[in-house]
């Protein structure tokens, strides 16, 4: 479950995700897993200083999959 995620799971996922640049950002900015999943999509192009094509593909096919299976999951 990504909310029990530390730093170094949030920056092996996106390593393994084929982002293993961008997977740095993550480290520096300290976003463990409920930091993640409450990232907005702002906050993912401009607040990691990530070049802009990567970012999207993270928020869209990451991210934002990652909130929506959580928050679906709760009742």
């Excluded at 520096?28 to 999943?37: A, C, F, N, R, V």
Aim: glycine share 6%.
């Amino acid at each position: 479950d990504p909310v029990d995620w530390s730093v170094r799971d949030v920056v092996d996922y996106f390593t393994e995700a084929g982002f293993p640049e961008q997977a740095s950002a993550f480290q520096e900015q300290e976003i463990d897993g409920k930091s993640l999943l409450l990232m907005q999509r702002a906050d993912v192009l401009t607040g990691l200083s990530i070049r802009l094509g990567p970012a999207l593909k993270i928020y869209e096919y990451h991210v934002k999959l990652l909130q929506r299976s959580h928050f679906q999951e709760d009742p």
